[in-house]
């Protein structure tokens, strides 16, 4: 019994709406036993897990490799947003990734901006690029790029007995 991989390459999640959409046509041709991942060292990783050791874990690398990204965010920030999620419905993984870090260590936001974290409509802080997964490293392949891993590794599975 495993997970066989059917489907590469699925995309983004998109909003609500087109994610239910997707999810239901899933759930009539798998029978509802489908589940989306990641293949990481030849072993299929659900995607709940992924947001650990990839996402979270990239961004962790990131601050260590650049402590004054970190303190910049820190002092400049109040308050962290993803304006491409708030804007689409879609899905925000880099805004609770990175308050997970800041939690995990103990550190708060001493500024008194709104910050987003992203590359999508004005930028509030150059920071927004800096911090955005268009431009974060991937743990484990310095060439790519946090978003493009997560959105072109990314694959439905279906469970085989």
């Known amino acids: 019994m495993s997970w066989k991989i059917v489907e590469r390459k699925i995309g983004k999640a998109g909003n609500l709406k087109q994610r239910q959409k997707r999810q239901s ?3 009539k041709k798998y029978d509802g036993n489908w589940m989306i991942g990641y293949v990481i060292n030849d072993e299929f990783i659900f995607q709940e897990d ?3 050791s990839i996402y979270y874990k990239s961004y962790q690398l990131h601050f260590e490799n650049h402590p004054m990204d970190l303190k910049e965010l820190i002092i400049t920030a109040k308050k ?3 304006p491409h999620s708030k ?3 879609g899905v925000d993984l880099q805004v609770p990734a990175i308050m997970n870090y800041l939690e995990r260590n103990n550190l708060k936001l001493k500024g008194s901006e709104v910050v987003d974290i992203g590359t999508f409509g004005k930028r509030s802080h150059k920071i927004s690029v800096r911090l955005s997964p268009l431009t974060i490293k991937v743990i484990g392949n310095p060439k790519m790029t946090l ?3 997560w959105q072109e590794k990314k694959c439905l599975a279906i469970w085989e007995e």
């Open 80 to 82: 962290l947003e993803n």
């Open 25 to 27: 046509e899933w759930d």
């Open 87 to 89: 804007l689409t419905g």
């Open 147 to 149: 978003e493009k891993f």
């Open 50 to 52: 992924a947001l650990e």
